[in-house]
């Protein structure tokens, strides 16, 4: 599979779990982005095919970064993560353009029908 994936969250262990998830179902390409800010700045030259973003970041959180990087490439494809009690945001999210959403503890079979889902269409 030659897709890239990247995988925006502050949590360097949620972005661990992720990763291991995507890894295991042979996602190889994976870039990884501690807050929305840096995942702006890598967009560019990374060109991801897929971002799994976390909504609650520091410094430039999920939402502004969605909203900078559709001004970028209105075909961007990203997937908003949300801890339970985020409906709002998440409907935000989904206005701005986000793909879909995953809601937090993930579930590594959910993540892979989304993922399959968007980068598979």
Do not use: W
Not at 83 to 95: I, P, S, Y
Not at 102 to 114: G, H, L, Q, W, Y
């Amino acid at each position: 599979m030659s897709k890239k994936i990247m995988l925006v969250d502050d949590a360097a262990f949620m972005r661990m779990m992720i990763k291991n998830t995507l890894q295991q179902n042979g996602y190889t390409e994976i870039v990884e982005a501690e807050n929305g800010e840096r995942a702006v700045s890598l967009y560019s030259s990374e060109k991801p095919d897929l971002i799994l973003m976390d909504i609650t970041m520091p410094i430039m959180d999920g939402l502004e970064a969605l909203k900078n990087l559709k001004e970028m490439d209105s075909t961007v494809k990203v997937v908003m993560c949300s801890a339970m009690g985020q409906e709002a945001m998440v409907v935000e999210a989904l206005k701005l353009g986000a793909k879909d959403f995953i809601v937090k503890p993930f579930k590594p079979d959910r993540i892979m029908k989304t993922v399959h889902s968007i980068l598979e269409a």
